[in-house]
């Protein structure tokens, strides 16, 4: 593993892989500790010269983390990949496939997003979760200090709190420990359905504090609390084991300097009775079967659509399979006059925020589904029935998009691609520029 301060990150030896570096300066009585499945760094060696380069990640933790590395000093504890000369054993590399792309992706990811259809269960993939969780709680281990406070992020690691309060209770009796979820949390009939849901409650209850992004995740969370453990809750916490566990909402946001401090230019493109359709698809989970057979979709749709409309002089779908430069987003949001955000579920979203960031004239005209995260905080921006009712997307979006340039996100992109082709009026001239937000 590797960990990293606001100014510095370096890697160290350790198991499983590699190791947080460097000490974090204290925060009010101890330091802090960050701990995540993935580093906000990827690191790849260079072809010519052999070295280990390091490039900023893509996702939605790595852009909720920016704002607050800038304020606080802490050490990043994670995981950089599965690197050639870094993994280690063969073993150890399965463990962490299917603790990533087994467990964590195809079981828990589908059942906190409302998808308990896409579930299968194998006891193999849980004992490697539990693996990973026990390699992450000894790597902290290695760095942690009496007083220090521990951030585990997501679902990757709910096992890790308990297990690391079982390995330090007399060692390190004073460390906090804290837990944030960035993905929606269930209502509890859905939450039920997991065969090992005791053990995923009970992991996250060795916290001191635990967060959402929204009240309605947090009240899921407690209910379930109540009706699967049996446990007393109140609205803002959990009574476990003769102390209280606080349960509150701390919706994530972006740093909003990062937009202003790009300069944004874009000028609408000319022509008459062309939809350009510019889609970035970041690359997400590439390991997992059902983002595979996803990007298969996207490219034959892509092919089929450029095939039946395009021209010699004229393409009406650009797809991008890969990640792109902030200025270059930036623009591409500063340039829209529309941005639809369809997700079926989503923990927050911070494209919104970003959308709106970038708004120089104020313009911009952001619709959202009321079922992403941020809807709660963004309300005016709603549209209901928008992540399932394509056509309705598309007459929103044809309705605002005439003569205008516009930014399409969402998961639902194929529907909705289909309508704006069909719906596109003759006289209107505008660019669409979709980003597939990979998750985020």
């Not at 570096?21 to 906000?40: D, E, H, K, M, Q």
């Not at 202003?260 to 350009?276: D, E, M, Q």
Request: net charge negative; with cysteine.
């Amino acid at each position: 593993m590797i960990g990293g301060t606001s100014s510095t990150t370096r890697a160290a030896a350790t198991v499983p892989d590699a190791a947080a570096a460097g000490p974090a300066p204290s925060t009010g009585g101890g330091r802090l500790l960050v701990v995540s499945n993935r580093l906000p760094v990827t690191l790849a060696r260079d072809a010519v010269s052999g070295e280990w380069k390091a490039t900023m990640s893509s996702g939605g933790l790595v852009s909720a983390l920016s704002g607050l590395k800038r304020e606080l000093e802490f050490t990043w504890i994670g995981w950089p990949g599965a690197v050639a000369g870094l993994t280690g054993a063969e073993q150890e590399r399965q463990i962490a496939d299917m603790h990533y792309n087994g467990f964590s992706n195809s079981i828990l990811w589908p059942m906190l997003h409302y998808c308990p259809g896409e579930i299968a269960f194998r006891e193999d993939q849980w004992d490697a979760y539990h693996a990973a969780n026990v390699m992450f709680a000894d790597a902290v281990l290695e760095h942690l200090q009496d007083g220090d406070m521990v951030w585990v992020q997501d679902y990757h690691l709910m096992l890790l709190p308990a297990l690391l309060r079982a390995k330090c209770a007399d060692q390190f009796p004073h460390i906090k420990l804290g837990f944030f979820l960035h993905t929606p949390f269930p209502s509890s009939e859905i939450y039920r359905i997991l065969p090992v849901r005791r053990e995923i409650l009970l992991g996250i209850l060795e916290c001191d504090v635990v967060g959402f992004h929204t009240w309605d995740y947090a009240r899921h969370f407690l209910s379930s609390c109540t009706r699967i453990l049996g446990l007393s809750t109140l609205p803002n916490g959990v009574e476990y084991e003769g102390r209280m566990v606080h349960v509150g909402t701390f919706p994530i946001g972006i740093d909003p300097d990062q937009f202003i401090a790009v300069f944004l230019f874009a000028a609408p493109p000319s022509g008459s009775g062309k939809c350009v359709l510019v889609q970035v698809a970041v690359p997400s989970r590439p390991d997992v079967d059902e983002y595979q057979q996803l990007r298969s979709t996207v490219n034959e749709l892509v092919g089929r659509i450029n095939g039946q409309y395009g021209t010699v002089e004229f393409m009406p779908i650009h797809l991008l399979n890969k990640s792109v430069q902030f200025d270059e987003l930036v623009a591409l949001y500063a340039a829209a006059d529309v941005c639809v955000v369809s997700s079926t579920r989503d923990g927050m979203n911070l494209v919104c925020g970003e959308y709106v960031a970038a708004q120089r004239d104020g313009k911009g005209v952001l619709i959202m589904s009321e079922f992403a995260g941020a809807a709660q905080s963004l309300d005016g921006s709603i549209l209901r029935k928008l992540a399932f009712h394509f056509a309705l997307c598309a007459l929103a979006l044809v309705g605002q998009v005439a003569e205008h340039i516009v930014v399409v996100i969402g998961k639902l992109f194929l529907q909705v691609e289909i309508e704006l082709v069909k719906c596109r009026r003759p006289s209107a001239s505008f660019c669409a520029a979709w980003i597939l937000d990979g998750g985020r």
